[in-house]
Structure formats: structure tokens, C-alpha cells
């Protein structure tokens, strides 16, 4: 059995970067490097970068980065332990026999047995949906609906009936805890014992991007209230962050470039029942940043659609501003009085409801267009609304979208163009225009320094070029640099060196002790070299005469603070035979 260091090498070896990173994140070819979106933080231009080369990740504006590892668990939310285990599952390596700490093994078997409970709890509504009286009357029910057994067994849908203990009892039988069951979400817990969440409702199992379950949602066949019900928030279930079917839809959101949003379970599965696959829900919570940062890694384009009433114009106006702050385009897919995505694809067909999606406007335009027939066209109700509109407007950095939004709201409002901008430029100061700092900018910001001695050109010659480095293994380079950042990637560099015979920069991460350090290493690997192969022995050559002019004024700050005359004399007279030189 191979080593827990092994394994994990193994893991890395097979492990395929930019194609892992890829399924969650669009990226896009830049030079030697991927780019994309941060899936991490909201932004608009990209800023996330991969490096297949190198096999590692970094985003320059919320500095998040690592190695395979690290994005499992950043992207997932688990732990090392649980990302170790499923990337060896991934990438089909055995896993070795390591206790990891005790804190992670217990973390990793809660949420194995919460998984484990959630998937014996699916097993048993699918169960009840399929088979007695009940069940019979739950299947007619969703067959009422217009759902085929096809669509039902896809995703799993359930029965839970209509009593206190039908799940508890089940799950007891099965000898699973009632308090793990509690735990995850499935059961409430009372002065005597537990009992049932989900009562008398159809069943629809939440799934995680692996395909796990990991929460329930559970729908009632009469008037009864509330309508849905969801899991509440678990180690597994985050409301906020998930969307009903979106690990079913994945590959057609990629293919077609666009993903639908719609409002409830019934009516993604009714859009995918006519074949319209490219379409996830939200669990019974407006859109998040977190559902719409998740989606930009999917789809160039989203088509939100919203019901014709208030509530339907309030949640358009609401999401408008998600879109605008993660960068992403979006149109909005308003229906008839009336109707739902369910009730017009079941009365129109899929081709009618296509052309709601062929013809959607941008969301800007929508909400534009709504607000705009709310008023008079008195100049008091246009500044009102130029403020609102201005203030939604306020996180967009791409001058060009900027203009063409100006453009419409003054075609629309019939006020000048300046007017407008003035506003904008009230509500975002400094913002319009601004540049986003990345690679590129860092790289020229490189090249234009003159003095070998800065610490970025000093970190780029030691990984780009070790073996030209390790000749200034002598250099004290405490006097060198100030930055301790720097001093301590140095020392890690050699240390690497001394204790491996060889110098592998991107495996520098092992050998450093801050977070910022190892920030920093990403940021220098990601650029290419600033050095020619003809100018690495002048570039050499000129670290070492600056590290002995260095130590030189550093030997006489030393003589004259001992008041040395004789010693800081024949310092001086060698520092101005060094400067005639």
C-alpha cells in the first residue's frame, strides 16, 4: 500500500487541472495560461488563472489559489480530508491506509454518515412513490402534472406519507441514528423523541454537482400550507448556494451557452419533460450572488424567468443587480398573466415557450421598459428614477456596456446623455473605467523596472531559472530585501535545494510557512520569464555586484556606530575603488 505522500503525488501526477476547473469555471486560452471569472468572488473582468503547466491555480483579485486540492475544497466546501478521498475516487488512485487528525476524520464520518442518511432517506420516498395506495395517489398526482416515469426515476422524485413516524420508523429499522437524521434535516426532534419533517408531500431530492443528495424538498398535493417546504441548512444543505437541477443540466447549459432560472421544482421538470435541458431552479429563495457566481462558470447567458404580477416585476428588479456585479448577461422571459412555466409548456409546447427564449429582452431593457410605464413623464418622477436606475447601474466597470445602458435610458427618458453620465459618476466614484490588475499589468509593471534588485525580478529569476539562482546561494539576503515575503521564499528555495538535491519552484509550497508567501509564489509562476537566455549571466553578474555594494554600506553603517575610524577609512577607500570600476 502506497504512502499517504505517494498517494497524494499520484493524485496530483493524474490530475488534470484546467479540465477539473473547467466543469465549474468557463475558461478561456491566454498565452500559456487559462483564464476566467472567479468562481470565489464577484468581479467582471477576469482575474482567475490556471496554469496547466504548472498545475495550479490563483486569482489576482481575491488571492485565493493552490494546487487541485485546493480548489476542491474551496469550490465544494469540504475538507482536505473529504477532497483527498474524492479526487482519489476521481482519478481512480487507492487510497492509503493514514489516520489523518482526529479533527478531520470526525468531520469527514459526520458528513459521510449525513450522506449516507440522506441517500437511505431517498431510497424510502422513492419507494413510497412507487409502490401501495398511497404512492398510487402521489403518481397520479405528478402523472396529473404532465411528469412521464422517465422524468420521475431521472431525478429520483418521492413519496413521503402521511404520518409522524413513517420516515423515523424506517430509518430505526435500518438501525441509523434518529439524531444523524436529525442532523440531516430530515427529522425533528421533540421533548420525547422525533419525529417526521416531511408529511403527506411529494419528495424531491436536492443533489449536489457530484450527483450526492443532499437535501429534500417536499410539495403539497392540496391547499395546504406552506406549499413547499425545503431542508433547512445542514453540513450538507445550503439553500443560497444550490440550484434544483443543475447536475442534470450541466452538459446542456455548456452546450446551447445559456442557462434558463425558473421559480420551482415542477416547473424545471416540466421544461425538461419537452426537452428544454439547459434549466435549473431555486429552492424557494430569490437568486443569490452565490447562485449566479456558480452559473457564470457554466453559461455565457442567462433567461430568468418571471411571472407577469407584482411579485414577478419585484424579483426582475431585484436580480438586476446579481447579473450587473458578477459580469454576467442576462434576459429576462416574462409569461402571460397567469401562467407559469409549467402551465405554458403543458398549453403551448416547447416550441412556443423557445420563442419566449428567442425573443427575451436583456433584463436591463425589461426592467428599464417596467419602470419607464410606471411613471407620468413628469421631470420630478424621471430624476427619481434616474437615481434608482443610476444606483443599480453603479457596479458596472465596462465603459462600453456603461455607454450603451446610457444610451437607452436617454432614448427612453428623453434626457441628455451627459446628464446621465454625471449621475453615474456620482453613484460610482472613480469606478467607471478603472483598470483591473492582472497578470498582463503586473507583468508589464515588471518590465519596466530598471534595477535588478526589486524584489519581483528577483523572485522571477529563482523560478524561472533556478540554476542561474543557485549561484547566489552566498548573498545575505536579509540586506537585499526588506520584504520578508521575499527573504522567506529565498530561504524555502535553498532549503528545497539542500534537502532534495534540486530546486521544482512550483514545489516550493511545503517549504513555506504564510499564506502570503505561498500568494506570491502563484503570482511569479504565472508570469513567463522577464529574462533571455543571453542575459542571465549579466543578470547574475549584476545581483551579486549589488549584494556586495549592499553588504559594503552595511560593514560601514557597522564601523561607524563602533567608531572604527581605521576599519570605516579602509571601507571607504574600497567603496571608491569600486564606484571608479
Known sequence: MASFQETKEEIQRRADLVGLVGKFVKLKK???????????????????????????????????????????????????????????????????????SEADRKKRDLRAKLL?????????FSSNLRNGLEGSVARAYLEGRGLDPATMAEFRLGYAVNRWDGLLSHLQDKGIDPGLAEQAGLLISKANGYYDR???????PIFDLTGQVVGFGGRCMDDSLPKYLNSPETLLFHKGELLYGLHEAVSAVRETGRVIIVEGYMDCLALRSHGIREVVAVLGTALTPGHVRRLKGFAAEAYVVFDSDEAGRAAAVKSLPLFLNEGMSARAIALPEGEDPDSFVKALGRTKFLELVSEAPALFDFILDLKSKMISGLPEEKALLLNEIAFMLKSVSDETISALYVRRIAQRLDIPETLIWRRLREQTPGALGEDKFGP????????????????LQILN?????????LQ????????????????????AFFRSYETDGSVVPEGLGEY????????????????P???????????????????????????IRQAKEKGDISELNALLKLKGRSNKK
Not at 498582463?440 to 524584489?455: F, I, Q
Not at 510557512?513 to 504565472?526: G, H
Request: net charge negative; proline share 4%; hydrophobic share 35%.
Open 198 to 204: 416531511f408529511r403527506g408531500r411529494v419528495i424531491f
Open 512 to 527: 513555506l510557512i504564510t499564506d502570503e508567501a505561498r500568494r506570491r509564489l502563484r503570482e511569479i509562476l504565472l508570469h
Open 440 to 455: 498582463g499589468d503586473s507583468l508589464e509593471w515588471m518590465r519596466s523596472a530598471d534595477d535588478y534588485g526589486s524584489d
Open 461 to 469: 529569476l529563482m523560478v524561472h531559472h533556478p540554476g542561474s539562482f
Open 472 to 491: 547566489l546561494k552566498g548573498c545575505n539576503w536579509g540586506l537585499m530585501t526588506s520584504a520578508p515575503v521575499t527573504v522567506e521564499l529565498i530561504e
Open 116 to 124: 449516507s442518511v440522506a441517500e437511505a432517506a431517498s431510497a424510502y
Open 529 to 555: 520569464s522577464i529574462y533571455t537566455e543571453e542575459g542571465l549571466e549579466q543578470a547574475v553578474s549584476e545581483f551579486r555586484e549589488r549584494h556586495r555594494q549592499t553588504e559594503l554600506k552595511e560593514l
Open 30 to 100: 491566454s498565452g500559456r495560461n487559462y483564464t476566467g471569472l472567479c468562481p470565489f468572488h464577484s468581479e467582471k473582468s477576469p482575474s482567475f488563472n490556471v496554469s496547466p503547466e504548472r498545475q495550479f491555480f490563483h486569482c489576482f483579485g481575491c488571492k485565493k489559489g493552490g494546487n487541485v486540492f485546493d480548489f476542491w475544497m474551496e469550490y465544494h466546501g469540504v475538507s482536505f480530508q473529504e477532497a483527498f478521498r474524492e479526487l482519489a475516487r476521481i482519478y481512480g488512485v487507492d487510497l492509503p491506509e493514514r489516520p489523518f
